[in-house]
């Protein structure tokens, strides 16, 4: 099985404000990225067990056109806070990188 890292073209993570993370995964095409939404291994539940929060606090949406995914929720420690690891949110997207996808 292939690693994420190793189909995806982009995968991403930033700040969307002091509170929230947002988590891009970009595909080259639209068959790589539909055999990826296919599995379901990409979900909201997938980013609420490798981050710790609620699954009901994952925004998780594909973007068929774009051939990507995002998922935005909530940091742990806000940004800047007493804690922080990543002031920017730039490097919470590696737990991804390794991820197994089923394709």
């Known amino acids: 099985m292939p690693q994420l890292k190793s189909i995806a073209t982009v995968c991403k993570s930033k700040n969307a404000g002091p509170f929230e993370l947002t988590i891009d995964v970009v595909f080259e095409d639209a068959d790589t990225f539909h055999r990826v939404k296919e599995t379901g ?3 909201a539940a997938l980013f609420a067990r490798l981050y710790n929060v ?6 998780f949406t594909p973007y068929d056109a774009a051939f990507a995914f ?6 742990l ?3 800047g806070e007493f804690g922080d690891t990543d002031v920017y949110g730039c490097q ?3 737990p991804l990188l390794d991820l197994e996808i089923p394709i």
Do not use: F
Not at 54 to 59: C, I
Not at 70 to 75: C, M, Y
């Open 77 to 79: 420690v806000p940004a």
């Open 41 to 43: 291994v990409l979900g």
């Open 92 to 94: 919470q997207h590696a």
């Open 54 to 59: 609620p699954k009901e606090y994952v925004l």
């Open 70 to 75: 995002k998922a935005t929720l909530p940091r």
